[in-house]
């Protein structure tokens, strides 16, 4: 691990820990594949159904598990409180999420896809799978399944590992 955190000094070409090689870094070569993932799945989703990237990701929230709340979604995915709250009332004002307060607590909500919501969610969702699907099948060297489980695997260890 050590190799791949150290890089070459550019003045003496010896083993340095106070240099980068951006095209070896791990931590930038993550941040431009979830730019690039972005931009991807930015361009499905906007041209799919003209949401966002935070309406997207709040309704897939939605939908994948009914019922969840806003601090549930704000714990599972990259967005703050803000961004979360103003996805949540922008899907709402569209009629693809409605907003039930918790019977236990009031001052929760849960939150539901509507049926447009859900149609909109699987259109969406059959758009994206269909796409990655071809632009790996098309991949000079392809990804198989198992490696793929593998990286996604991967990714949840380093992003565990950076949370604590």
């Given at each position: 691990?050590?190799?791949i955190?150290?890089?070459?000094?550019?003045?003496?070409?010896?083993?340095?820990a106070?240099?980068?090689?951006?095209?070896?870094?791990?931590p930038?070569?993550?941040?431009v594949?979830?730019?690039?993932?972005?931009?991807?799945?930015s361009?499905?989703?906007r041209?799919?159904?003209?949401?966002?990237?935070?309406?997207w990701?709040?309704?897939a929230?939605?939908?994948?598990?009914?019922?969840?709340?806003a601090?549930?979604i704000v714990?599972?995915?990259p967005?703050?409180?803000?961004?979360?709250s103003?996805?949540?009332?922008?899907?709402?004002?569209?009629?693809?999420?409605v907003?039930?307060?918790?019977?236990?607590?009031?001052r929760?909500?849960?939150?539901s896809?509507?049926?447009?919501?859900?149609r909109?969610?699987?259109r969406i969702?059959?758009?994206l799978?269909?796409?990655?699907?071809?632009?790996?099948?098309?991949?000079?060297?392809?990804?198989s399944?198992?490696?793929?489980?593998?990286?996604?695997?991967?990714?949840?260890?380093?992003?565990?590992?950076?949370?604590?």
């Amino acid at each position: 691990m050590t190799d791949i955190l150290e890089t070459l000094s550019p003045k003496t070409g010896q083993k340095s820990a106070d240099h980068l090689r951006l095209d070896t870094f791990w931590p930038y070569q993550t941040a431009v594949l979830a730019y690039e993932v972005g931009r991807f799945i930015s361009a499905i989703v906007r041209e799919s159904a003209d949401l966002n990237s935070s309406q997207w990701r709040v309704l897939a929230a939605i939908a994948e598990k009914p019922g969840r709340t806003a601090a549930d979604i704000v714990a599972i995915t990259p967005m703050d409180k803000t961004l979360v709250s103003r996805a949540v009332q922008s899907l709402i004002d569209m009629g693809l999420v409605v907003r039930t307060p918790m019977k236990e607590d009031r001052r929760r909500s849960a939150l539901s896809a509507t049926s447009e919501g859900r149609r909109i969610y699987r259109r969406i969702a059959r758009r994206l799978n269909e796409a990655l699907a071809q632009k790996f099948e098309l991949a000079p060297e392809g990804v198989s399944s198992d490696q793929l489980e593998k990286f996604v695997a991967d990714l949840k260890t380093f992003t565990r590992a950076l949370k604590t």
